[in-house]
């Protein structure tokens, strides 16, 4: 993890690309077509919404239809500032290109989940109601290419004898810290705080409770002021597909979010200690205070099996009640909180065994 951060946002901001050559020229291509899409926003007569997006502004008032107008228009504004700060990445910061490609996955993916819940009005099938579903996975694939490096920047031989030595002495420093860390984390009055590890569970817990609370608030208000039918096998779907899409966004968001206040918070820290201390110094003690070592993966390990158990209990729970002929939705809605308690308890119990320790 830390290092897909390194790579989303590298320190220093350089103009040193170091992923997959496609995918710099593929930002290439969404770069111009943002531009060029921004500018018939802009000047196009309608703004692009009945000649490209297909509205039927002849069946407005002329009122609304000015208001519809300039709302594309002022979205092309938006997007020209966007395609800007692309064309700024691609001459000066070129290092950026992976957070780019994370942006334009949380831009498509809530384009994709807010078209779903506030649909407007169309005659037709707009180009970019098919090109969200396009870009999606097309920016994922980019983003996994960009963070892996090219032949022509892998090390010689001997500088990656010298890293994995580097590597096995920092493993070897950071594992001997960590045990003093948690032997010292109790303070003589019993307080305790929390480490990385920990504060970051803690968010996961508290982002996944918030997606499966605002999903039942979604569906239930819904259903109750008649807009939808319990019945409605269409909208529990899309409502899931919408709510899973949107808890990636907030992961993705909240890590890089998450990331940032931490290492300000250590950076602030170290400050504070001694105002003398230098930045190599605060950054290496922000990479061995995020590294994680076998303790932590054994806690992923025997954590995931509890989320694995319940999401399986719910899925075999599903079959049952499809065996006695129950409705399919409620088969559906227990898959989707099985799976959705199964990953919120793996949190859980990663905190505990933070605070308790394995046994």
């Not at 996994?144 to 002495?169: A, P, T």
């Not at 979010?257 to 110094?281: G, R």
């Not at 899925?315 to 009640?321: K, Q, R, S, T």
């Not at 559906?332 to 308890?345: A, K, M, P, R, Y």
Request: glycine share 6%; net charge positive; aromatic share 10%.
């Amino acid at each position: 993890m830390r290092k897909i951060m390194d790579n989303i946002l590298p320190t220093p901001i350089t103009n040193h690309y170091q992923g997959h050559s496609l995918t710099k020229w593929v930002f290439v291509l969404i770069t111009i077509v943002t531009i060029i899409r921004s500018i018939i926003h802009i000047v196009a007569l309608d703004g692009g919404a009945q000649s490209i997006a297909t509205i039927p502004l002849q069946l407005y008032s002329s009122a609304a239809s000015d208001t519809i107008i300039m709302l594309f228009a002022l979205w092309g504004l938006s997007q020209l500032l966007i395609g800007l700060v692309f064309m700024i990445v691609l001459l000066r910061y070129q290092s950026l290109i992976p957070a780019m490609y994370v942006l334009l996955i949380i831009e498509y993916t809530m384009r994709i989940i807010i078209g779903v819940m506030k649909p407007i009005e169309t005659v037709g099938t707009a180009p970019g109601g098919v090109a969200n579903y396009v870009i999606v996975p097309v920016a994922l694939l980019m983003f996994i290419m960009s963070l892996r490096q090219s032949d022509s920047l892998k090390v010689s031989k001997k500088q990656e004898l010298s890293n994995i030595i580097s590597l096995e002495v920092k493993i070897y420093l950071t594992y001997s810290k960590k045990i003093i860390y948690y032997m010292s984390n109790k303070s003589n009055k019993g307080d305790y705080i929390m480490s990385y590890q920990e504060k970051r569970t803690l968010f996961t817990i508290i982002s996944g409770l918030f997606i499966l609370v605002s999903y039942g608030l979604y569906t239930y208000g819904r259903i109750q002021s008649g807009l939808n039918a319990f019945e409605d096998l269409k909208f529990w779907t899309n409502s899931m597909l919408m709510f899973i899409g949107l808890g990636i966004v907030i992961t993705i968001i909240g890590q890089i979010v998450f990331h940032i206040l931490i290492a300000i918070s250590i950076a602030i820290k170290e400050k504070m200690k001694d105002q003398s201390t230098s930045e190599a110094h605060i950054e290496k003690t922000i990479q061995s205070e995020m590294v994680s070592d076998e303790m932590d993966k054994l806690i992923e390990m025997k954590s995931m099996q509890i989320s694995f158990f319940f999401a399986g209990m719910g899925f075999v729970a599903g079959l049952i009640l499809m065996a006695f002929d129950y409705s399919v939705v409620i088969m559906l809605n227990l898959l989707f909180v099985s799976f959705s308690l199964g990953s919120i308890l793996e949190g859980i119990a990663q905190f505990v065994y933070y605070r308790k320790g394995l046994r």
